[in-house]
Structures are given as structure tokens and as C-alpha cells.
């Protein structure tokens, strides 16, 4: 098999072997009937991670947010949700489907929400207003860029939020990157939210999961939604055993993927011609315009397989690169080559007109 540099996202992570291992040995019960040691072990390791009072292993990042949407809301209800955010463009409409919930959208420019806009949004107005039961933050942020969200700006929100008596959901996927980014621990950054997300499958690199966290009577409730929309698993500790050496051992992983996204940024960066903008490189994802140069991205990421290394379109003019557990400095060496290949080529061919 050809092996790829494959920087789409932190979502292709191959588990590691300790990950293998202890899927077969883990040992297992009955989780509808609240019996599985392994998955109540992640748990309450990743409760006591976030410092919340208990926490729920779900199926995906997105069951997670969509269970904590219907908990905390009631049909006709108003949600505010970030204009880029995941739980409002890639979802499958669900805060629609599932929980019948309409949507009110803030913009989030480089990942800080705007306290002003974001009161203005809330919705207490009278008779004929749907009333806002949800304020949806996302950390790290923005579709594509991973940016850090200050501390102060989620914090602000939140107080906004209790003044408001309102409840905080954060999609914090990748929130464990924006604690390593940050300098910060994941408890301090999750205290003000009432229910928090997170993935074990992107930089984490466990092959199944995501913990969603929160209060005890939140939990309880969250935990009959997921059964009620067949999220109830039986021998679920198979799958709970990877999350916990993920949470055990990925961790520090995440500065070496940071780094490297780096030293990758800083590469493209200095490749003639291709935008790239090192102050936006908060954790591990890396964007590149190609709006300067005579190529499609189409034709260019095409060049880029045939060298065998796979980016992710994000517009018709920009890539994104994501680094993770699978990518080392070599490979940043060797992308930053093939790219700077790539581009000289384009001069070379006197190609003025893209394709
Ligand atoms: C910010 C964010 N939220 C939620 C999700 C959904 O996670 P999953 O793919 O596990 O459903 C993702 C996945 O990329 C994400 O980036």
C-alpha cells in the first residue's frame, strides 16, 4: 500500500497499538443497563478532566453537540450558534430535525464572538419572539481554522448568558488544542460552560467517540436522549477502552502536531506566491490560498496527490493542511518541497491561465 502524507484532517489518525491493545482487553458489560466498567471508567475520567460533575460517551462529535441541543431546548425555541461554526453548517440541519430549534447566527471574526452582537442576538423581546434557550460557542473555532477563542471573550459570554439565565453549550471539539495552545488547563477553560463537547477522534487519535459533559441532572437527562435516538450501545467498553489511553497519552501530542503546523505554516509561507498567514496558525491547522497563482485548487491538489500527499479544498482558491499523530517534521519537509515543486513548475509551463 502507498503510504500517503495525509493532511486532510486529524481524523485519519491511524489508533495506536496501546489503542488496539486495550480494545481487546477491555473488560466489558451490559452499558444500557449502566454495566460497562470500561465506558463508565472514561467517564468519569473525562468529567474529572473537564472538572464537571459527570459525562456521557457518544457516538461522534455530532451526536454530543445534537444531544446537549435537546436537552437544553423546547420545539420553537431560538439557538445562537457562530455563522462558521460546525453545529450550524455541518450538521445535516439537525438543530432543525432533531430538535426543532431555529437558529440565530452571529458573526465570529477571528474567533472572538462579539458581546454586543451577541446580547442584541438574545431573544426576551415579547409576544411574538421565539425565546432563546441556547447560546452554541465553539473552541478552538471557525470552520477550517482552528483559531483559539480568548478565555476573557467565552467567559464574558457566559456572564452575559447567567445574566440572561441562559445555558451555555461549547463545542469543544478540539478543546484539548486549545488548552496546549493556550497554556491553559481544559478545566479552566470549560468552567464558566455549562455542557461541553469533546472529540477523541481528531488529534486525540482514538478510532470512535466523543464525551459530551455537564452537570449531573444534565447527564441524566442527556443519557435517556441518547438511548432514545438508538445511541445505547451494549458492550460499549470495546470502544470506550481506546478513548482512555487517548486521554492518557495523546495529550502531549498535541504541541508536537502545534509545532508542526509551525514549521509547515512558516514553509508555505515562504513559498512564492501562495497566501499564507502565520498569525492565524493557533493549533494544528494550517490554510493556503492560491488566489495569486495560475492554477485551479482543483489542479493543484490534483498535482499534490500525484505526489502523494492528500490537502482538503476549503474554497476554490484555498487549502487546508491539518497535522496530527500520523505526521512528522519529514513529511513537512517533503510537503513544503512538492509545493515549491509545484508552483515553480507553473512559471515554467508560462501557464497564465488557470486549469
Ligand atoms: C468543531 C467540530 N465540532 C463537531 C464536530 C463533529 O464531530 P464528529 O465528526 O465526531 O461528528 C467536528 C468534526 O470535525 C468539529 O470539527
Same mark, same amino acid.
Given at each position: 500500500?502507498?503510504?500517503?502524507?495525509?493532511?486532510? #484532517?486529524?481524523?485519519? +489518525?491511524?489508533?495506536?497499538?496501546?489503542? !488496539?491493545?486495550?480494545?481487546? #482487553?477491555?473488560?466489558?458489560?451490559?452499558?444500557?443497563?449502566?454495566?460497562?466498567?470500561?465506558?463508565?471508567? /472514561?467517564?468519569?475520567?473525562?468529567?474529572?478532566? /473537564?472538572?464537571? $460533575?459527570?459525562?456521557? =460517551?457518544?457516538? #461522534?462529535?455530532?451526536?454530543?453537540?445534537?444531544?446537549?441541543?435537546?436537552?437544553?431546548?423546547?420545539?420553537?425555541?431560538?439557538?445562537?450558534?457562530?455563522?462558521?461554526?460546525?453545529?450550524? @453548517?455541518? $450538521?445535516?440541519?439537525? /438543530?432543525?430535525?432533531?430538535?426543532?430549534?431555529?437558529?440565530?447566527?452571529?458573526?465570529?471574526?477571528?474567533?472572538?464572538?462579539?458581546?454586543?452582537?451577541? $446580547?442584541?442576538?438574545?431573544?426576551?423581546?415579547?409576544?411574538?419572539?421565539?425565546? +432563546?434557550?441556547?447560546?452554541?460557542?465553539?473552541?478552538?473555532? @471557525?470552520l477550517n481554522?482552528?483559531?483559539?477563542?480568548?478565555?476573557?471573550?467565552?467567559?464574558?459570554?457566559?456572564?452575559?448568558?447567567?445574566? *440572561?439565565?441562559?445555558?451555555? *453549550?461549547?463545542?469543544?471539539?478540539?478543546?484539548?488544542?486549545?488548552?496546549?495552545?493556550?497554556?491553559?488547563?481544559?478545566?479552566?477553560?470549560?468552567?464558566?460552560?455549562?455542557?461541553?463537547? =469533546?472529540?477523541?477522534?481528531?488529534?486525540?487519535?482514538?478510532?470512535?467517540?466523543?464525551?459530551?459533559?455537564? &452537570?449531573?441532572?444534565?447527564?441524566?437527562?442527556?443519557?435517556?436522549?441518547?438511548? !432514545?435516538?438508538?445511541?445505547?450501545?451494549?458492550?460499549?467498553? =470495546?470502544?470506550?477502552?481506546?478513548?482512555?489511553?487517548?486521554?492518557?497519552?495523546?495529550?502531549?501530542?498535541?504541541?508536537? &502536531? *502545534?509545532?508542526?503546523?509551525?514549521? /509547515?505554516?512558516?514553509?508555505?509561507?515562504?513559498?512564492?506566491?501562495?497566501?499564507?498567514?502565520?498569525?492565524?496558525?493557533?493549533?494544528?491547522?494550517?490554510t493556503a490560498s492560491l488566489e495569486?497563482?495560475?492554477?485551479s485548487i &482543483?489542479? =493543484?491538489?490534483?498535482?499534490?496527490?500525484?505526489?502523494?500527499?492528500?490537502?482538503k479544498k476549503i474554497s476554490d482558491t484555498s487549502f487546508r493542511?491539518?497535522?496530527?499523530?500520523?505526521?512528522?517534521?519529514?513529511?513537512? *519537509?517533503?510537503?513544503?518541497?512538492?509545493?515549491?515543486?509545484?508552483? $515553480? #513548475?507553473?512559471?515554467?509551463?508560462?501557464?497564465?491561465?488557470?486549469?
Amino acid at each position: 500500500m502507498n503510504k500517503f502524507i495525509d493532511l486532510r #484532517s486529524d481524523t485519519v +489518525t491511524q489508533p495506536p497499538k496501546a489503542m !488496539r491493545e486495550a480494545m481487546y #482487553s477491555a473488560v466489558v458489560g451490559d452499558d444500557i443497563m449502566g454495566e460497562d466498567p470500561t465506558v463508565r471508567e /472514561l467517564e468519569m475520567l473525562s468529567a474529572s478532566l /473537564l472538572g464537571k $460533575e459527570d459525562a456521557l =460517551f457518544v457516538t #461522534s462529535g455530532t451526536m454530543g453537540n445534537q444531544i446537549a441541543v435537546m436537552t437544553l431546548t423546547n420545539r420553537g425555541e431560538e439557538v445562537i450558534v457562530g455563522d462558521t461554526s460546525h453545529i450550524y @453548517n455541518l $450538521e445535516v440541519g439537525a /438543530l432543525a430535525a432533531l430538535s426543532q430549534v431555529q437558529t440565530r447566527s452571529i458573526e465570529v471574526p477571528d474567533g472572538v464572538y462579539d458581546i454586543k452582537k451577541m $446580547e442584541a442576538a438574545i431573544q426576551l423581546k415579547g409576544i411574538q419572539y421565539a425565546k +432563546t434557550s441556547l447560546i452554541c460557542l465553539e473552541n478552538t473555532n @471557525n470552520l477550517n481554522a482552528g483559531l483559539v477563542v480568548p478565555l476573557e471573550n467565552i467567559n464574558a459570554i457566559c456572564d452575559l448568558a447567567k445574566k *440572561h439565565n441562559i445555558p451555555v *453549550h461549547l463545542d469543544g471539539a478540539r478543546i484539548f488544542n486549545a488548552a496546549a495552545a493556550s497554556k491553559k488547563s481544559v478545566k479552566e477553560i470549560v468552567k464558566n460552560v455549562d455542557t461541553v463537547m =469533546f472529540a477523541l477522534t481528531k488529534g486525540l487519535a482514538a478510532p470512535f467517540g466523543a464525551i459530551l459533559a455537564g &452537570d449531573k441532572e444534565f447527564i441524566a437527562k442527556a443519557r435517556w436522549i441518547k438511548q !432514545r435516538i438508538g445511541g445505547g450501545f451494549r458492550q460499549a467498553g =470495546f470502544l470506550a477502552a481506546p478513548g482512555i489511553v487517548a486521554l492518557n497519552t495523546m495529550l502531549p501530542q498535541l504541541e508536537v &502536531d *502545534h509545532k508542526n503546523a509551525q514549521i /509547515l505554516g512558516q514553509g508555505l509561507s515562504k513559498v512564492g506566491r501562495l497566501k499564507v498567514d502565520p498569525s492565524r496558525i493557533h493549533t494544528n491547522i494550517v490554510t493556503a490560498s492560491l488566489e495569486d497563482l495560475p492554477i485551479s485548487i &482543483d489542479a =493543484f491538489l490534483g498535482r499534490l496527490l500525484d505526489k502523494g500527499i492528500k490537502a482538503k479544498k476549503i474554497s476554490d482558491t484555498s487549502f487546508r493542511m491539518v497535522t496530527h499523530y500520523g505526521i512528522d517534521e519529514n513529511d513537512l *519537509h517533503e510537503v513544503i518541497a512538492a509545493v515549491e515543486y509545484i508552483i $515553480e #513548475s507553473l512559471s515554467m509551463e508560462g501557464n497564465n491561465g488557470k486549469r
